[in-house]
């Protein structure tokens, strides 16, 4: 058996490593392996190997179904939230038949269906912030995404029932985001300890009542189908598969859960991200409204989603502190060369987003925050993957990027706001992603104009 590079302590060790300081851990891993290392992060499994060459990432993503596969099962960890029918849990023909059945709503036409309910949705959520007082852009950011989802996705609106499954469901989400709980893919037992257990045992009831509201939705829905709505809980029911056959009530339920959990906290850590430098970084900002400002009093979604500045900024917080650190797992079918190490099958690798990101010789000086980068070369999307690749490539890129440039946009060009506290924020883990270690405080100063209204006043 072939040795791999890789950290040579306890298992245990490697394991609170990842768990608390997974980022910088990445980092000295690449600085004293190399292209490919293993971690020991279950004593009783083989290591899992990293990889974060785009050579190697293309290797391992595009492969998929030859070589390599991109198993459901090493996902279980979501099972218990998300379903067995999950997108994310299936593998092979399964995995392809769900995809196909999903992927109709996100395709770039009907996207646009959305643009005017992230607009209001955004308006309504600042326009209830107090002036000239803090609040941490990460709330209003989730507030807005989650808003969305409900509405976008599951299609409900107002009302006491949507006020119950949004609190559940925000619940829910905040509760598996933090450490302790990634610890129990690699302590499985710790959910029996007295205290850890009673605070599962929550979390279970919240997800079953959640679950009583979502399957009452889906049966009322049934009951009075109208095609003419556009909710993606609407698409997903007329969605057939090759065979013509439609979802099940399970199924829906599990993609819908599967949508609001892959979608909605991702989505608000970037929007905060981004909200983060451009108020940090001055002449980003600046640049930034000129782009803005130019486009007059209300633009149109689609010239918004062109924009090249506000895409470079975009691209930019992906790329520096990528939500997502890694792709879903692949697992070697055939033997297969990787990094000049040959694998045998069985192996399990993942694609390194985080380091993939922070390459000197892709992204020089990768600590700053550098925008302009994106505006002076192309990078293939094995450089620039904060979206996966291949079989598994996120289902919601179009959408989660169509929201971070509709909602900043809309914020930018409207209000003016400053950030309040000048320390530097850093990422951390956040359940299975990452996100501020802090608060960013924001405090809205003033309602701005844009600059050609301005200008024409001034004229008259
Ligand atoms: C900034 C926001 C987002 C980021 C950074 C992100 C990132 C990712 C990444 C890295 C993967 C794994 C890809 C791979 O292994 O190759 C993924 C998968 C997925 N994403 Fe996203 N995502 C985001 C937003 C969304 C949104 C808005 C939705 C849906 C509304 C969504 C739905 C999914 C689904 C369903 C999968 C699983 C695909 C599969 O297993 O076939 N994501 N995402």
Known sequence: MQILPGPKVPSTIQVLNWIFRPMSYLRECAKNYGELFALKLQSNLPPILFVHSPEAMQQVL?????????????NSIFEYLLGKNSVISLSGKNHQRQRQLIMPPFHGERMRNYAELIESITTKTINKQPKNQPFNIRNVSQEITLQIMMEAVFGIY??????????????????????????????????????????????????EKADQLIYQEIQERRKNFDPQRTDILTLLMSSRDEDGQPMNDEELRDELMTLLFAGHETTATAISWAFYWIHKLPEVREKLLAELDSLGENPDSNTIFKLPYLTAVCNE????????????????????????????????????IYLTHQREDIYPEPQKFNPERFIERQFSPYEFIPFGGGSRRCIGLAFAQMEMKLILAKVLKTWSMQLVDTQEIQPQRRGLVTGPNGPINLVIENLRQPASVKLEKATV
């Open 158 to 207: 107002e009302g006491e029932q949507a006020d119950k499954l949004r609190n559940l469901l925000c619940e829910i989400i905040e509760q598996s985001s933090v450490p302790w709980r990634v610890s129990f893919l690699y302590f499985p037992k710790l959910k029996d300890v007295i205290g850890i257990s009673e605070l599962w045992k929550q979390q279970i009831k919240k997800q």
């Open 317 to 352: 917080t992906l790329r520096i502190y990528p939500v997502a650190m890694l792709t879903f797992p692949r697992k070697v079918k055939t033997p297969i060369s990787i990094c000049g190490h040959q694998l045998e099958p069985g192996t399990v690798i993942m694609g390194s």
């Open 62 to 74: 595009s492969n998929d179904h030859k070589e390599l596969e991109a198993p459901g099962d090493l």
